[in-house]
């Protein structure tokens, strides 16, 4: 059987926050379940392979995320994975280039993006920086705490087509109302970076699930657990997320 | 015109009142400095300009004119080339004339500490943080502005490095005619688009491997090209400059074509590439490159970098590396079996952990890691996934004890520090 192909999507550009470690998340949770996966990294101006099963998108400056759509647009390989069956994990502004518009720039010019999630982003009334908690709703109905680092510019809403990842606890999270991320089929867009499946196995193995259609062993590394615990209770005692 | 340090210049006679506010400042500040030392929090330099600056918030824009000044800032390597530069202009017209801000405090409370208790030294060899330096450059013309690169720290705090260059630029733009010679890293994209506002450039090739942080052209937002090491907007509107220093393995050339052999005591290449910048900026100071080298060998671990502390029965080198391109330049530099890895998340150290995923752990298979620090445990997850043995030791005094072997410590900043005073270094 050849390898689950995880497709880094232009890191140079979308990778500045430590989003490959998505990738090396991704497959290190494969090959450990002895699953053969493999990590392809994607510049601008190389041609995405058409038969990945997970795409990643990760955290970026303005210009890159235009350069992005544009690259993407052109390039046209990720609608056909994504018409083949894979799943997208966008993450900060690869989650905003994900949606239908977003804004650049300091006079908040409205740029096109994929059209992949039914999501608007516009600049937001603060800037949402520090540690985001909140609370996933996993396909089977129940619950799990989603820990990380959300550093954005921007509040998105969402249209009908796109359901909200989670309810935020702590911090921002999509900004306009107490959700946070969003998912649309097996595109699944989020706030947090740090980078999110290192923090959030469950998570990650749910990407893996969409890209498979088959469930996955469980996985138990005590490390992770702590981690979990620890950035938990970090977030404590930071307020609740403020009404606005 | 070039400065000319053969002459010493008067540094302005401050007005009465400014002086009286400056005492002041300086006497209260003083006993605070110590206070914080004795508390053992923070540098206590800081703390006093820190006060300083609040009773005297004019304090840098009477300090820094009537001086020659050297600025040098950048993401990386600014207080070892401080340190470099400044040895090398002290070995040229002597250490008593010479003031720097040596502890690495280089806000403006850090820079006008310095220079207050230094009335007399007319020239001034200035760390100079990357937020500062558009004032360093209006409030004190400096004769020359080392600029080393950009890479991206504290996301949490500075958005996009970006707008940092973009200061930088407005500000060489302004000064204009009187603006500084600028020693420029022409390896560096966005250093090259800030520094092009200037009247005067020297640029430095300075062979520098780290890319991941310039991708796109500062000035148009196309992808930039690299070929044969040299990177170029495919619109041409920004290009490597050629340089007229370069670095060559160990040594540096000069314009004239002239190979000299740094030998420095500071390790590694990253640190020839500082060198470099600052021999040319002592040469443009018009110091000559045989007593500027001698001086730059006169530094061994600048504000404890590279230094050897004893913790107990354990002797161990401290490295510090606070972003993803610090840590590109120290791991390689470690050598120990035992490797000692400090990560924390105070504010100087950037609140947001996640860079742990752009350093390439991985290289460290094969040998034991101790992960410690407030941060620990984030570092044990991305040393799980590099699928490197290690083991979570979060007291820094306890992880650093009991070593046979000598071991090799990188840390970032707020436990280097720590370090430092636990060794009995500062
Ligand atoms: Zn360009």
């Known amino acids: ?244 | 015109m070039p400065a000319d340090l053969t002459i010493p210049r008067s540094p302005h006679r401050l007005p009465a009142l400014v002086r009286a506010r400056l005492a002041v400042a300086l006497a209260v500040g003083s006993m605070a400095g110590a206070a914080s030392r004795v508390a053992g929090r923070g540098s206590g330099a800081s703390i006093r300009g820190q006060l300083m600056m609040r009773i005297a918030p004019d304090a840098l824009a009477n300090l820094l004119p009537g001086r020659t000044i050297a600025s040098v800032s950048g993401t990386n390597g600014k207080t070892t080339t401080t340190h470099l530069l400044a040895a090398a202009v002290k070995a040229a017209v002597g250490a008593d004339r010479v003031v720097t801000n040596a502890d690495g405090a280089n806000l403006h409370y850090g820079i006008a500490s310095a220079l207050a208790v230094a009335p007399g030294r007319d020239v001034a060899i200035l760390e100079t943080d990357e937020r500062v330096v558009p004032d360093v450059v209006r409030l004190g013309r400096p004769a020359v502005l080392v600029l080393l690169n950009f890479s991206r720290d504290q996301m949490d705090r500075n958005h996009e490095i970006k707008s940092l260059g973009r200061g930088w630029r407005d500000a060489l733009s302004r000064a204009g005619a009187d603006g500084p010679v600028v020693i420029a890293n022409a390896d560096d994209p966005l250093v090259t688009w800030a520094a092009r506002s200037a009247t005067k450039v020297v640029w430095v090739d300075t062979a520098t491997s780290w890319t991941q942080d310039a991708s796109l052209c500062p000035e148009c937002g196309t992808m930039l090209t690299r070929t044969n090491g040299r990177w170029a907007c495919p619109t041409g509107d920004l290009v490597q400059p050629e340089a007229t220093w370069r670095v060559d393995g160990d040594a540096v050339v000069d314009p004239d074509g002239t190979r000299w052999e740094l030998g420095l005591k500071v390790p590694g290449a990253f640190n020839v590439s500082n060198g470099a910048c600052a021999l040319a900026a002592a040469a443009e100071l018009g110091i000559d490159p045989e007593a500027a080298i001698r001086g730059m060998r006169t530094i061994t671990s600048p504000a404890g970098r590279y230094a050897t502390a004893h913790f107990g029965s354990t002797t161990a080198r401290l490295l510090l590396a606070k972003n993803p391109a610090g840590w590109a330049e120290a791991l390689p530099l470690t050598t120990s079996g035992t490797v000692v890895l400090a990560i924390d998340s105070a504010a100087a150290d950037g609140r947001d952990v996640s860079w742990l995923w752009d350093v390439e752990y991985e290289q460290l298979a094969g040998r034991h890691v101790v992960a410690t620090g407030p941060r620990a445990q984030d570092l044990s997850v991305r040393l799980l996934y590099a699928e490197v043995e290690h083991s979570v030791v979060p007291d820094l005094a306890v992880a650093v004890a009991g070593h046979t072997d000598p071991v090799d410590v990188v840390a970032t900043y707020t436990p280097f520090q720590r370090l430092r005073k636990l060794g009995g270094l500062t």
């Open chain 1, 1 to 244: 059987m050849s390898p689950v192909t995880i497709v880094l999507v232009y890191q140079s550009l979308l990778g500045i926050y430590g989003d490959r470690g998505n990738a090396t998340v991704l497959s290190k949770r494969l090959t450990w379940r002895g699953i053969d996966a493999r990590v392809v990294i994607v510049e601008p101006g190389e041609e995405l392979p058409a038969d990945g099963q997970v795409y990643l998108l990760g955290g970026g400056e303005d210009l890159a995320q235009t350069t992005a759509v544009r690259e993407l647009t052109k390039d046209g390989n990720l609608f056909r994975a994504l018409d083949a069956g894979a799943a997208v994990l966008a993450v900060c502004a690869g989650y905003q280039i994900c949606g239908t518009t977003f804004t650049i720039g300091e006079r908040d010019e409205v740029v096109p993006g994929l059209g992949i999630l039914d999501v608007e982003t516009r600049r937001g009334d603060v800037r949402a920086v520090g540690e985001i908690l909140y609370r996933w709703t996993k396909p089977d109905g129940t619950t799990s705490l989603v820990t990380g680092f959300e550093n954005h510019g921007g509040f998105t809403r969402l249209g009908a087509d796109a359901r909200p990842l989670g309810v935020v606890e702590k911090g921002i999270g999509n900004g306009y109302d107490h959700s946070e991320g969003a998912q649309q089929g097996k595109v699944v867009g989020t706030y947090p970076h740090g980078p999110v499946l290192a923090r959030n196995p469950e998570l990650a193995d749910h990407v893996l699930e969409l890209a498979l259609g088959y469930s996955l062993d469980p996985l138990p590394r005590p490390a992770i657990d702590v981690l979990r615990r620890q950035r938990i209770a970090a977030v404590s005692g930071q307020p609740e997320r403020p009404e606005r």
